[in-house]
């Protein structure tokens, strides 16, 4: 049976279908659900006609106060949770707040998350992430011993462009001192 098409403008209670059943699948920030039912919106002028989205932007806004009103929509909360979740899958301060920038949250929130996060997994959080990152990648130690000094630069730019920095880098590989004087 085919789907059935949709006429006439778009409801307030159209758009709080469409945004329930994407928050239903997914956490995600108020600009980044902005985006999606700004996509809805598209594909309904398009089908309907430009008419049946003209009071649309009034309800999205009204929609999306609500939704942080109650507390089902939560940039802060999301980021927390993508902040957790990147760092313990090895990604730097860096990568995380520009995935948190790219899914719509502001910079001061993400900076806020990643800083507890950071408190919460203890002293040296950057460090520990690289690690991981290098477990993930089966670099450095994790390589065959007689693989390693022929991928040592090769390794710290993986690191690198991970967006770590060199002391954190070499720290992750297994030595912390000048030994290669390489530089990013």
């Known amino acids: 049976m085919a789907a059935r098409k949709r006429t006439?403008?778009?409801t307030r209670d159209e758009l709080d279908a469409v945004a329930l059943r994407y928050l239903d699948r997914f956490d995600t920030s108020a600009k980044n659900l902005r985006r999606v039912l700004a996509r809805h919106l598209k594909r309904a002028a398009v089908e309907r006609g430009a008419d049946a989205?003209?009071?649309?932007?009034?309800l999205v806004d009204e929609?999306?106060?609500r939704y942080q009103e109650s507390g089902l929509l939560d940039d802060s909360r999301f980021a927390g949770a993508m902040a957790s979740g990147l760092r313990r899958r090895g990604a730097s301060g860096r990568?995380?707040?520009?995935?948190l920038r790219m899914r719509g949250v502001d910079g001061e929130v993400a900076d806020r998350a990643l800083k507890n996060v950071d408190a919460d997994a203890g002293a040296d959080a950057e460090l520990e992430a690289a690690r991981a990152f290098v477990r993930k990648r089966r670099i450095g130690t994790f390589r065959p011993?007689?693989?390693r000094a022929a991928n040592r630069r090769r390794d710290l730019g993986a690191l690198a462009r991970a967006g770590f920095g060199m002391d954190v880098a070499r720290r992750a590989l297994g030595s912390a001192g000048d030994d290669d004087g390489e530089e990013f």
């Open 95 to 99: 990568a995380i707040a520009q995935k």
């Open 63 to 65: 929609l999306l106060a």
């Open 53 to 58: 989205t003209r009071d649309a932007t009034t």
């Open 145 to 147: 011993e007689a693989e």
């Open 8 to 10: 006439g403008p778009v």
